[in-house]
Structures are given as structure tokens and as C-alpha cells.
């Protein structure tokens, strides 16, 4: 996979190329702005002040702890001038129970904790880890690619950019074989990412009031 990871994907004036850890600090930037307005990750962090700030600690923490060393970080950037217009956070199908997939959780734990630890300073840690869990239990069971986070800058949203980002990987799902799941927290999101070949498998009851976004699967799909 890693050969085609490095061949870039060029569509409509947009590049998708992996992000490096040098992408840190912009890719979390670009994922709090991109969900600045987005209610689920506004619950997630009980709306606490300074919001924006908060999302890019929680963004650092999950970026940071493995997968843009692990290279499953896609970057949408503007093909004539390199500029970052999306970011999806990926992570690779987990076999279960593997020695260095669990050495792999316990180091991305460390890595994120400061930025975890600013991102929900004040709140009370059981709603995080019962929101988490939530979504965790909602998993299917299979190994399955999970996008754990696309965001397109605020400014370039509904031009494409989202759909080629995923395209990137799911065309890199498809030549390997594999099965991707997301959580979508919208009817409008939901729609783009059927249109890709997600089909919703169902209400992920994350928050205390009931709601939460809706799973979505996508089954092996001949490339
Ligand atoms: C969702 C998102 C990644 C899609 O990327 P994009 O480049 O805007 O989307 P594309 O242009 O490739 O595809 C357009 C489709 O994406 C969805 N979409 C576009 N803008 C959107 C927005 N602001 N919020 C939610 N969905 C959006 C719609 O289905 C749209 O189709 P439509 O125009 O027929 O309604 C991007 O809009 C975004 O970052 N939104 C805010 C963060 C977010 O909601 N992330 C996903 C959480 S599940």
C-alpha cells in the first residue's frame, strides 16, 4: 500500500498527497476551523470556551498519536500553489489484539495526553470517555479503514475537495480489499458519503440526550 500512498491523486486543481508529522500544527488548524460550526464536536467538548482552540488541542492529540507517522493522513492541496484545503484522518484496519497494535494505542495515549488534556480541560473526563465508547462499541467488528475526521477549510467547502480526499483512500481500500466505516453527523454529510458507497447502518446514541451521528459502512468494493 505504501508504493500507492505516494502516488498522488489529481483531480479538478487538486492534489491529495499523505500529510507528514511536519503538517501537525496546519492540519489541526484546518480540521478545528472546518468543524468550527459542527454541533457533534461542540457536545463532544460541552461547548467550553475557547472552542476553536479546544477542537485544534483534540485534533493535535488524535493526529499526533500515530497516524500521520503512519502515513494515513490524506492532504487535499491547491495544485498550483500547495496551499492545504482539506485533511482526512484515517486510521488503518485494525486486526485485533496484535502485541503492536496495542503498543501502538498505549504510545499514541502518551503522545496525545497533553493535547487531550487541554482540549477537554475542565470537563468532567466521564462524558469523553462515554461519548468514545460510544462510538467505539458502535464499530463494526470486522478490520475496516476508519475516517475518524475529513475537513475541508471553511472558504473551499462544496467544491469537491472532500470528495476527492476520500476517494484517495477508499480507491486504496478498494485495490487492497478492505472494508471503511465513518459516523456521519448529518443528513448532508450523509448524502455525500453515500454517493461514495457508505450505507448507514444505524443511530450511534453517543451523547446523554440520545442523539449522535448515524454509522456508516462500506462494503469491500471491487476497484
Ligand atoms: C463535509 C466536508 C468534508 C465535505 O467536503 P466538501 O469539499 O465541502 O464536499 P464536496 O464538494 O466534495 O461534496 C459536496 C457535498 O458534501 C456535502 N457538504 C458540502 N458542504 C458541506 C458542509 N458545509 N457541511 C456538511 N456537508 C457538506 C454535501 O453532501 C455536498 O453535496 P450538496 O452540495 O449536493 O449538498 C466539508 O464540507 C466539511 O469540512 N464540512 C464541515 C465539517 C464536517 O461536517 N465534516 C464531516 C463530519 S461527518
Given at each position: 500500500m505504501s508504493t500507492e500512498q505516494e502516488r498522488p491523486v489529481q483531480e479538478s486543481g487538486v492534489v491529495v498527497v499523505p500529510a507528514s508529522p511536519a503538517d501537525l500544527t496546519e492540519a489541526a488548524a484546518l480540521l478545528a476551523a472546518a468543524f468550527e460550526h459542527e454541533p457533534q464536536v461542540g457536545a463532544l467538548l460541552q461547548h467550553r470556551a475557547p472552542l476553536r482552540r479546544r477542537a485544534e488541542h483534540l485534533y493535535r492529540a488524535l493526529l499526533g498519536a500515530g497516524p500521520l507517522r503512519r502515513g494515513t493522513v490524506d492532504a487535499a492541496r491547491?495544485?498550483?500553489?500547495?496551499?492545504?484545503l482539506g485533511v482526512a484522518l484515517w486510521v488503518e484496519p485494525r486486526r485485533g489484539g496484535t502485541l503492536l497494535e496495542s503498543a501502538r494505542a498505549a504510545a499514541g495515549l502518551v503522545r496525545g495526553l497533553p493535547d487531550h488534556l487541554r482540549a477537554f480541560?475542565?470537563?468532567?473526563p466521564r462524558h469523553p470517555l462515554g461519548v468514545l465508547g460510544a462510538f467505539e462499541r458502535a464499530?463494526?467488528?470486522?478490520p475496516h479503514w476508519y475516517l475518524e475526521a475529513v475537513g475541508v477549510a471553511p472558504a473551499g467547502q462544496g467544491r469537491g475537495v472532500g470528495g476527492a480526499l476520500l476517494r484517495h483512500r477508499l480507491a486504496l481500500a478498494d485495490a487492497a480489499g478492505e472494508p471503511a466505516y465513518l459516523e456521519s453527523s448529518s443528513p448532508r454529510t450523509g448524502a455525500l458519503y453515500r454517493r461514495l458507497g457508505f450505507v448507514p447502518l444505524g443511530p450511534?446514541?453517543?451523547f446523554a440526550d440520545g442523539s449522535g451521528p448515524v454509522g456508516m459502512w462500506r462494503p469491500v468494493t471491487p476497484p
Amino acid at each position: 500500500m505504501s508504493t500507492e500512498q505516494e502516488r498522488p491523486v489529481q483531480e479538478s486543481g487538486v492534489v491529495v498527497v499523505p500529510a507528514s508529522p511536519a503538517d501537525l500544527t496546519e492540519a489541526a488548524a484546518l480540521l478545528a476551523a472546518a468543524f468550527e460550526h459542527e454541533p457533534q464536536v461542540g457536545a463532544l467538548l460541552q461547548h467550553r470556551a475557547p472552542l476553536r482552540r479546544r477542537a485544534e488541542h483534540l485534533y493535535r492529540a488524535l493526529l499526533g498519536a500515530g497516524p500521520l507517522r503512519r502515513g494515513t493522513v490524506d492532504a487535499a492541496r491547491d495544485r498550483s500553489d500547495g496551499r492545504l484545503l482539506g485533511v482526512a484522518l484515517w486510521v488503518e484496519p485494525r486486526r485485533g489484539g496484535t502485541l503492536l497494535e496495542s503498543a501502538r494505542a498505549a504510545a499514541g495515549l502518551v503522545r496525545g495526553l497533553p493535547d487531550h488534556l487541554r482540549a477537554f480541560r475542565g470537563v468532567d473526563p466521564r462524558h469523553p470517555l462515554g461519548v468514545l465508547g460510544a462510538f467505539e462499541r458502535a464499530r463494526p467488528r470486522v478490520p475496516h479503514w476508519y475516517l475518524e475526521a475529513v475537513g475541508v477549510a471553511p472558504a473551499g467547502q462544496g467544491r469537491g475537495v472532500g470528495g476527492a480526499l476520500l476517494r484517495h483512500r477508499l480507491a486504496l481500500a478498494d485495490a487492497a480489499g478492505e472494508p471503511a466505516y465513518l459516523e456521519s453527523s448529518s443528513p448532508r454529510t450523509g448524502a455525500l458519503y453515500r454517493r461514495l458507497g457508505f450505507v448507514p447502518l444505524g443511530p450511534v446514541r453517543a451523547f446523554a440526550d440520545g442523539s449522535g451521528p448515524v454509522g456508516m459502512w462500506r462494503p469491500v468494493t471491487p476497484p
